[in-house]
């Protein structure tokens, strides 16, 4: 059963996530996710578990997003059952490093579930927003981005 502040709580666990980016907390950012969550990166990298996607944070904030500002907006939350719910976030991106556009929209998807009470990230989407006519942006950030997107396995 879907209760009152279940909405609140879901956006609280955005703005953790907004957080732990901003002090490039990898470790806050993973505990926000299920120990079998799924993570796709927006170059379609796909992380399994809460360790690869601790690491994978770790890695990038060391790197390409290092000292990068996020602001996330939750546009909407939908829930799909009583212990399910989506949440609909714009991320908005800023970052420092040479050779990399200084700003980055994405969208965001999350996939929550209630386990024992709490919720919890199971499945994450990010999706680079491009505007028309930008798809050096595509090149720029593939370039620079240390991990990278695969076909299946």
């Given at each position: 059963m879907v209760v009152a502040n279940d909405e609140q709580q879901l956006r609280d666990i955005v703005a953790q996530l907004e957080t732990a980016w901003n002090r490039a907390d990898s470790v806050?950012?993973?505990?926000?996710?299920?120990?079998?969550?799924?993570?796709?990166?927006?170059?379609?990298?796909?992380?399994?578990?809460?360790?690869?996607?601790?690491?994978?944070?770790?890695?990038?904030?060391?790197?390409?997003?290092?000292?990068?500002?996020?602001?996330?907006?939750?546009?909407?939350?939908?829930?799909?059952?009583?212990?399910?719910?989506?949440?609909?976030?714009?991320?908005?991106l800023k970052v420092n490093k040479p050779g990399m556009p200084p700003q980055l929209y994405a969208r965001p998807t999350?996939?929550?579930?209630?386990?024992?009470?709490?919720?919890?990230?199971v499945t994450f989407q990010n999706t680079l927003v491009t505007p028309e006519g930008t798809s050096a942006l595509h090149t720029v950030l593939a370039d620079k981005h240390p991990i990278k997107g695969h076909g299946p396995d």
């Open positions: 806050a950012w993973s505990k926000l996710f299920a120990d079998d969550a799924d993570f796709i990166h927006v170059l379609g990298g796909h992380f399994y578990g809460r360790e690869a996607i601790e690491q994978g944070h770790r890695l990038i904030f060391d790197t390409v997003y290092k000292g990068s500002v996020n602001k996330f907006q939750v546009e909407k939350i939908r829930f799909a059952g009583p212990d399910v719910a989506i949440a609909f976030v714009f991320a908005t999350l996939i929550a579930q209630r386990r024992e009470g709490q919720w919890e990230i």
